[in-house]
């Protein structure tokens, strides 16, 4: 993959500003502060994507809460051979039964991460598990999981910044835009 | 999720007719998400008197999300026709959920587990393991109703097909149509009968001419 040095020279479009997101942020983390009054909340990041995210809505729940890290392996993210299956590269540092678990997305287009993370965190008897997701992008849906709680559906494009990356680039930029095709077909 | 799905390894290699389809399993695979190639074939149009005429059998049924699955990467033609049969199927079946994957969808889908490079290869008639008959989709068209046998539940005979063998390395993996294999069978049959009678009339040609003699 051919990088450019300049980051912004490879986005066609800003689709969602800075101000938008903090905007959105703030909104997520109030209804977050207000649904999980009183309870044990666990926000549980899914790496790397969702770190910005995690970063800024952490800071706009007004509760007690523990965070924690998850990675996952991408098919395909080995660059070598695609066959094997998914695996947990960094597990949770901490147990979480009998804790309302809220897992933070950056992006959820098929749902088979999200899907099989559910599925893994379940076996850790939790008292319950929701969905925060900053974009959600349903065209690309496999997997229909219930997502409690989204920032910004957003059309059927490439998309980086903010956490979103094309081959681990592009997760600096502070706000989110659509990758221009040469970015990518190069 | 039990151990037992935590650890359950990759399907043996499927008589898949497309590479990207291939691909598609190898990444419900990855994720653990159960699929059937296949596995049932739904009637979409009728004669007058109840003969079925056209019938869709959608690339994938993934059971633990009661979603089928179909994959156009094909050339426009093809896809248009799929379109029309997608709409036709949930027309005549509003409880069945099916997504219709294009090229565009895979593509994207490439691009986001960073496989640009198979984009091109795996997409359109490059991807294609063999031409379909006549270049044309796969002829569902023209299957007696007795194959049909009413409409099970989806995805209850992948398993028995997995039971049966089915599931291992496909010998040959050119989809052929239901049609065709059914003109095939009947070619097969006939040149086996054809064999028989040759065999037959070898031996009373011989026994009489031993009894000549």
Known sequence: MKVTQDLLADVAEVLLTEEQIAGKVAELGQRISADYAGRELTLVSVLKGSLPFMADLMRRISLPLRIDLMEVSS???????????????????????????????????????????????????????????????????LVEIPIDYVGFEIPDAFVVGYGLDFGEVYRNLRFVGVLRPEAYES | MTDEELTRGPRPSFGFAHASEAEFARILDFYQVNWEYEPQLFPILWDLDGNVLESFAPDFFLPELELLVELTTLQQRLVRKKNRKVRRLRELYPGLRIKLFYARDFRALM?????????????????????????????????SEDRLGGLERLGANRRDADASGAGQPHPNPVR????????????????AAHQTVTFVTAILVTAAVTAVS
């Open chain 1, 75 to 141: 098919y395909g993210g080995t660059g070598t051979e695609s066959s094997g299956l998914v695996r947990i590269l960094k597990d949770l540092s901490a147990p979480i039964e009998g804790r309302d678990v809220l897992l933070v997305e950056d992006i959820i287009d098929t749902g088979l991460t999200l899907n099989y993370l559910i599925r893994y965190l379940k076996g850790k008897n939790p008292r319950s598990i929701k969905v925060c997701s900053l974009l959600d992008k349903p065209a690309r849906r």
């Open chain 2, 111 to 143: 691009l986001k587990y960073g496989r640009s490079a198979l984009v091109s290869e795996l997409s359109g008639t490059l991807g294609q393991v063999a031409p379909h008959p006549g270049q044309s989709d796969v002829d569902d068209s023209a299957i």
């Open chain 2, 176 to 191: 052929r149509s239901r049609a065709a294999r059914r003109r095939a069978g009947r070619r097969a049959a006939a040149a």
